[in-house]
C-alpha cells in the first residue's frame, strides 16, 4: 500500500492569485495523478504527472492553467493559477505501483472568493 | 472508452438492513472494477476491487460486489448497515490502465 499525504489540507484564496499544493508518497510510486471533485459530484481526472517530464493533461485542462510537477517517484505538486471562483474544488492526488490500485490523498479543500 | 452509471444518489437505510448500490459500467475491454468510500472532509478509501478471477470480491467493513459481465454490473452490497457506514460511495473502472474513471457517487444514509 501506499500513504499519501497533501499540503495544505484547505486554504481560501482572493481571485486571481495561484496555489500550489504539494502530494508526498511515502513509497516510490509508478504513476501520480490529480483529480478535481467539485462541489457536490464526482472525480475529474486533470492530469497524469509525469516523473522527469510534462505532465500529460486530460481534455478541458490546460498547462497554464494547472501546471504540474514531478521531480521524484515519490513527489508532485499542482499549481492552481490565475484563479477564480470556478476554480473552487476538492484537488486530490493519487499514486500506483500496478494498474489495479490507486491510493488517494486526504485532498486539499479550496475556495477562492 | 469506459463509463461508469451509479443508480441513485442518495440512498437511505436503517442501521442492520441490507445495503446495496448500484453501480453499471460500459468498457470496451474486460474491465478493472473499484468500489472506493469517501467519509466526509477525508480523501478516497479503497474498499474492494475486481480484477480477474473470482467475479465475488470481499472488501473492507463487511462489503463485497459481485461482477456480472452479462448485466455489466458490479453493485455493492453489505447485509447489515452501521451507522459508521453512512459516507459517499463511488464506482469506479479502468480499461486496465491507470486512468479510473469514476461515477457520480452515491451517499448512504443509514438511520437508528
Redesign the interface.
Known sequence: SAV?SQKPSRDICQRGTSLTIQCQVDSQV??M?WYRQQPG?????IA?ANQGSEATYESGFVIDKFPISRPNLTFSTLTVSNMSPEDSSIY?C?G?HS?????????T?LTVL | AQSVTQLGSHVSVSEGALVLLRCNYSSSVPP?L?W?VQYP??????LL?Y?TGATLVKGINGFEAEFKKSETSFHLTKPSAHMSDAAEY?CAV?D?????I????TRLQVFP
Open positions: 499519501i509508478t504513476m495523478f459530484q464526482s472525480l475529474t481526472l497524469t486530490l493519487s500506483t494498474t489495479d490500485t490507486q491510493y488517494f490523498g486526504p485532498g479543500r | 478493472y473499484f472506493y472532509n477525508q480523501g478516497l478509501q479503497l476491487k480484477t463511488f479502468s486496465r490502465s491507470d486512468k479510473l469514476f461515477g457520480t457517487g
